[in-house]
């Protein structure tokens, strides 16, 4: 993302933060009308987390990188599986609630949260995976994410990509558009030409999730 962009998607997540959370059934009640807005439009949003949660649990999967972390609630998940957590993100907002969150594993150091730009930071160490979900939403250049997802992740990558196409797909970019957040919807056509630019035809898995696509990225 350019630095303008960047600033653009902090500042919409900042605010969003807390009705952003509610959506998995924390922070506030949802109004009756967001309800039917959940049923109807954001089964996709609770099919991804489902697929993460389901691919994590095997054993041989330790640590794992959210990036994009959010509000922290795939990052409850993965610690309630005895995982090694790292959550990065730009919104302060967004920490915010999942420090409070995740209180007790932050406390015995399970978990920790960096308030930065995955793009540009640098990480010590490899973790086992990296989940992406709800992240390339926002993300102009997948493939520098991919080429440095490479460096930081040693055994699987989860990742979801909005379609592109239909009515819904076509009235968020304007939403977002109004709120100054830039939003990148994808074909699967050029998703896979992406996927196999930087080496990793016949390691991943794309599996339709309705209103997105799931990518499983195996590298070992």
């Known amino acids: 993302m350019k630095d303008k962009e960047t600033e653009d998607v902090k500042k919409f997540f900042h605010g969003y933060a807390q009705d952003f959370d509610s959506i998995y059934g924390h922070t506030k009640n949802r109004s009756l009308l967001d309800k039917i807005a959940d049923k109807l439009f954001r089964q996709s949003m609770y099919r991804r987390y489902e697929e993460c949660v389901?691919?994590?649990?095997k054993p041989e999967i330790k640590?794992?990188?959210?990036?994009?972390?959010?509000?922290?609630?795939y990052c409850e998940a993965f610690?309630?599986?005895?995982?090694?957590?790292?959550g990065i993100?730009?919104?302060?907002?967004m920490l915010e609630i999942a420090k409070k969150k995740t209180k007790e594993y932050l406390e015995k150091g399970q978990v920790k949260?960096?308030?930065?730009?995955?793009?540009?930071?640098?990480f010590d160490e490899k973790h086992d995976a990296a989940c992406l979900t709800g992240f390339f939403d926002y993300i102009k250049e997948p493939v520098k994410i991919f080429e440095k997802l490479k460096k930081d992740v040693s055994k699987e990558i989860y990742?979801?990509?909005p379609k592109a196409g239909g009515i819904l797909a076509w009235q968020r970019k304007v939403r977002y558009n109004m709120r100054n957040c830039p939003l990148y919807l994808y074909k699967k056509s050029n998703l896979i030409s992406m996927l196999e630019e930087v080496g990793w035809k016949g390691k991943y898995e794309i599996r339709d999730l309705d209103r997105d696509y799931f990518v499983k990225v195996k590298l070992q």
């Open 113 to 122: 949260y960096i308030l930065d730009d995955y793009s540009t930071h640098t």
């Open 63 to 73: 640590t794992v990188l959210d990036i994009g972390c959010g509000s922290g609630h």
């Open 89 to 93: 993100d730009i919104a302060e907002g």
């Open 54 to 57: 389901k691919e994590t649990m």
């Open 159 to 161: 990742m979801s990509f």
């Open 79 to 86: 610690l309630k599986q005895g995982k090694k957590v790292t």
